[in-house]
């Protein structure tokens, strides 16, 4: 008989609160609602809380940790949990069943994960942060690379694909207003925009033509970030800077974008490639290390900077330009529905990492199972 799926899921950390603000914690109150103004689209939140609904996890509890606004959270329509003041606070919702899955291993989660080791399935995605290294992590979900191993410390690597909610970021009647949306999200250096605004006045240069640009996000501090008002005047760049913007309106940016440039050199496969591609945006990036396979292998919807300076930017993006055509867009879609659909790809592979946990002990040999049924040519989760 097979058991009852329980997961907690810690979805991030603002910090812990001090011990003097954790009197005044209500668990029973509300917390500040902008802890969940648009969670619900979030893809983890949209992937467990379709599990849930479904009935491939039976209990489920999301738990932030913040030093403020602390209490009640509906992450996800008819999906609960707490912000908590300190993780501390979540070891009262976990029994022998439950699985823990970490997004983020955050310095101040290591000793109460740490004390979990052998009691639960302890899960994290923290690609390319070093904290995926901890050596008693049970399953570490790998976007970066292909992988399905068992390390030299006992960790499972399973390949994860990062879920994006395609109900919302689908390629919908293309409004042709901007040639390049730029990066997405927060602006600052390692996010590589100002390369973007660069490579844009470079190109108005050689070739005499003013690509229209959006660029998301807001504006942070950094040598390079805070030239970049400077440079789009200077030039007289054709950029438009909305600001922050919800994820409501970022797609309709990717719908009116031909391209998705995201330049940066740090980071751990940003959602902004995911999400554009799924709206049906070619994407260019700078580095396929950074990024999942699913962005960047297929030369057809994607491409790759060859020469990491303006005028080889330039360059790349005329080509592109030169070559688009709008049915590009449904290829890029199709292609991406393909490797990472939510419906067909991402939730039966995420179903069976699940049954496979709740119906095995975090132990070596049940780690191998899941190795082996991982392996391609092997399935049927006979749990």
């Given at each position: ?22 009197k ?30 479904m009935?491939h ?7 932030y ?8 959270a ?11 003041p ?6 009262q919702h ?26 639960n ?30 390390d ?6 399973h390949y994860?694909l ?12 293309f ?7 730029i990066?997405?999200?927060h602006?600052?250096d390692?996010k590589?925009?100002?390369k ?8 108005q240069?050689m ?18 970030t ?27 940016i990717?719908?009116?974008s031909?391209l ?8 751990q496969?940003?959602?902004g ?13 700078l ?14 919807t ?9 005028v ?5 993006l ?5 070559t ?14 393909c ?38 040519g ?6």
């Amino acid at each position: 008989m097979k058991r009852r799926v329980k997961v907690v899921f810690l979805f991030t950390s603002n910090g812990a609160a001090a011990p003097g603000q954790i009197k005044s914690w209500k668990p029973d109150h509300p917390c500040d609602p902008h802890y969940v103004q648009h969670h619900s689209t979030e893809g983890y939140m949209k992937m467990l809380g379709t599990m849930y609904k479904m009935g491939h996890i039976d209990d489920l509890k999301i738990f932030y940790e913040s030093n403020r606004g602390h209490g009640l959270a509906e992450f996800y329509p008819g999906v609960y949990g707490e912000v908590v003041p300190h993780i501390d606070f979540v070891n009262q919702h976990i029994t022998e069943d439950t699985i823990i899955f970490a997004r983020g291993g955050f310095k101040g989660w290591h000793n109460f994960l740490k004390a979990r080791k052998g009691k639960n399935w302890l899960v994290v995605y923290a690609a390319n942060t070093g904290r995926e290294k901890w050596d008693w992590w049970d399953v570490v979900l790998h976007d970066l690379e292909n992988v399905n191993k068992i390390d030299s410390a006992g960790r499972y690597w399973h390949y994860f694909l990062k879920p994006v909610d395609q109900d919302l970021f689908r390629r919908t009647e293309f409004n042709d207003r901007y040639d390049v949306c730029i990066g997405a999200n927060h602006i600052h250096d390692k996010k590589g925009q100002w390369k973007t605004i660069q490579a844009l006045a470079t190109y108005q240069d050689m070739f005499g033509e003013k690509l229209r640009a959006v660029l998301p996000g807001g504006l942070r501090r950094g040598i390079e970030t805070n030239n970049i008002p400077y440079l789009i005047k200077q030039h007289g760049l054709n950029v438009v800077m909305p600001g922050m913007v919800p994820r409501e309106k970022m797609k309709e940016i990717y719908n009116s974008s031909r391209l998705f440039v995201h330049l940066t050199y740090h980071g751990q496969n940003d959602r902004g490639p995911l999400e554009a591609m799924s709206c049906g945006c070619h994407v260019v990036i700078l580095t396929p290390s950074r990024h999942s396979p699913v962005v960047w292998k297929d030369k057809r919807t994607s491409t790759v900077i060859e020469h990491n300076h303006p005028v080889g930017i330039a360059q790349q993006l005329r080509h592109i330009m030169s070559t688009w055509q709008l049915g590009h867009r449904r290829s890029v879609e199709q292609y991406f529905r393909c490797e990472s659909d939510f419906t067909d790809v991402i939730l039966p592979r995420m179903t069976d990492i699940f049954y496979l946990m709740a119906n095995n002990p975090p132990t070596m040999e049940s780690k191998e199972k899941m190795c082996e049924y991982f392996t391609p040519g092997v399935g049927s989760c006979n749990c």
